[in-house]
């Protein structure tokens, strides 16, 4: 049973505090939350100090040269971060009563997402639902499974090592990771190279590409190779590797179905091995608890269908 002070808390909380609190962790501070809300920065300071007497604990560590959020800080950040995307929610759930479908469908996406499969259904759901509004955002996939989690998006597509506690995972499509190096590098243009000669090369990778990581595999690979075994350049978005590779920073593991292109035009050159490349899997997430609005609700049964009818084999890339 709850204690007469829990009971009062829902009553007696300023909800605006919450949402001036996930500003202040966003903005990394209280002076660019202050500058973000067009508001002074002892307002924010006296927000962030009510909310701190209300829960009882010290949510931030701030000082003039330094900012940081406490475990507690984390904890009410996750729920409040839930219960604003479910109010956030609200409009399209009301707007689906009426007969037709309409609402908006938030994507969150990791930055190599490139499927035949996804698109077909997008094209088919949007023929179909005209009403329908859209945004797709791209991001690593750790904060893909964050915004999942707390409940911020309508679904998401990423790759992770462990199933993410609380959501729905199936695999969306298998791809597979080649390496390539750019127009200047020596080995460019070869059809004879020995995997030996790879040995200390540089490289450059994804921030995923780790031995713990979802990409394990590739970092594996990486050090039978004997290649150098700290990345020279690293990114989380896919376009800015393929630039490293170009502009000769290193080496460079890329989805050969998605690098096929720049082969073919001459901006890339696959290198060895070419056989038993690393096979990464690819996940559609939900978030079960997420009271979904007609669109999203439709556009996640689509999808469902299309993995539903089509074997991974014809859903894997890059073979």
Not at 83 to 94: H, K, N, S, T
Not at 125 to 136: D, G, W
Not at 159 to 179: H, M, S, T, V
Request: overall charge neutral; glycine content about 6%.
């Amino acid at each position: 049973m709850l204690k007469p002070y829990e009971q009062r808390f829902p009553w007696t909380l300023d909800w605006n505090l919450l949402r001036t609190f996930m500003v202040v962790v966003d903005e990394g501070g209280i002076t660019p939350a202050a500058r973000f809300l067009g508001l002074k920065q002892p307002t924010i300071s006296a927000a962030l100090k009510r909310l701190e007497d209300v829960t009882g604990h010290r949510l931030v560590n701030r000082s003039p040269k330094h900012f940081s959020v406490t475990p507690w800080g984390r904890l009410l950040y996750d729920e409040a971060s839930a219960i604003f995307g479910a109010v956030a929610q609200l409009p399209d759930l009301l707007g689906g009563l009426e007969e037709d479908v309409s609402g908006h469908v938030s994507i969150a996406l990791a930055s190599h997402v490139v499927s035949a499969h996804f698109d077909a259904v997008l094209h088919r759901f949007n023929a179909l639902y005209p009403r329908v509004s859209y945004t797709i955002s791209t991001m690593e996939s750790a904060e893909v499974v964050a915004r999942l989690q707390q409940n911020r998006v309508s679904l998401g597509v990423c790759l992770f090592q462990q199933p993410p506690a609380g959501l729905d995972a199936r695999i969306l499509y298998r791809e597979f990771f080649g390496f390539f190096c750019g127009p200047a590098h020596r080995l460019y243009g070869r059809d004879d190279i020995d995997p030996a000669e790879l040995k200390d090369e540089n490289v450059v990778s994804f921030q995923t590409d780790e031995l713990e990581g979802p990409l394990a595999a590739v970092a594996q690979l990486r050090r039978r190779l004997g290649m150098r075994p700290e990345p020279r350049g690293l990114s989380s978005n896919l376009p800015e590797v393929r630039r490293m590779i170009v502009a000769n920073i290193g080496i460079g593991t890329l989805p050969v179905h998605v690098a096929r292109k720049d082969v073919q035009s001459g901006l890339l050159w696959q290198v060895p091995p070419f056989k038993s490349l690393p096979a990464v899997d690819i996940h559609l997430l939900t978030n079960p608890k997420r009271s979904l609005n007609p669109a999203e609700r439709r556009l996640i049964e689509m999808l469902d269908a299309e993995l539903a009818t089509s074997p991974l084999s014809e859903r894997t890339y890059g073979l």
